[in-house]
């Protein structure tokens, strides 16, 4: 079973950072692709970022590109979301996922892709 626990949500004013973190459990971290979605009150999730087993490929969404940074640290089975330069319209709760069969699923920003999911982490940035 896997299972996600994210870290490093909190208040922020404009302009702000901060670090999001995903630890997961599994043995075959490294094996997966990772993702990060948020979801704002009355709206849909919405992709923000993914990164690939190995690193060698980073996804970004439009409107974060620029300021947000994704990283893994297999040897920790942790995925980091570095963010800079935060808006207010970056609230939301922040899911991190899973996706243990990225060969399979040949998707890294629709949700559906991914397997697991985290309990989200709630990030408020107020103007």
């Known amino acids: 079973q896997v299972q996600l626990v994210e870290s490093g949500g909190g208040l922020v004013q404009a302009g702000g950072s901060l670090r999001l973190s995903c630890a997961a459990s599994?043995?075959?971290?490294?094996?997966?692709?990772m993702g990060w979605f948020r979801q704002a009150p009355g709206k849909e999730r919405e992709f923000v970022s993914a990164?690939?087993?190995?690193?060698?490929?980073?996804y970004y969404a439009d409107s974060v590109k620029g300021r947000f940074t994704v990283s893994r640290d297999n040897a920790k089975n942790t995925v980091y979301l570095q963010m800079n330069s935060l808006k207010p319209d970056d609230t939301a709760v922040y899911y991190c996922?899973?996706?243990?069969?990225?060969?399979?699923?040949?998707?890294?920003?629709?949700?559906?892709?991914?397997?697991?999911w985290g309990q989200g982490t709630q990030v408020t940035v107020s103007s």
């Open positions: 996922a899973a996706d243990t069969l990225p060969s399979v699923s040949g998707s890294y920003n629709f949700p559906g892709a991914y397997d697991y």
């Open positions: 990164i690939s087993r190995s690193a060698d490929n980073t």
């Open positions: 599994g043995r075959t971290f490294s094996r997966w692709t």
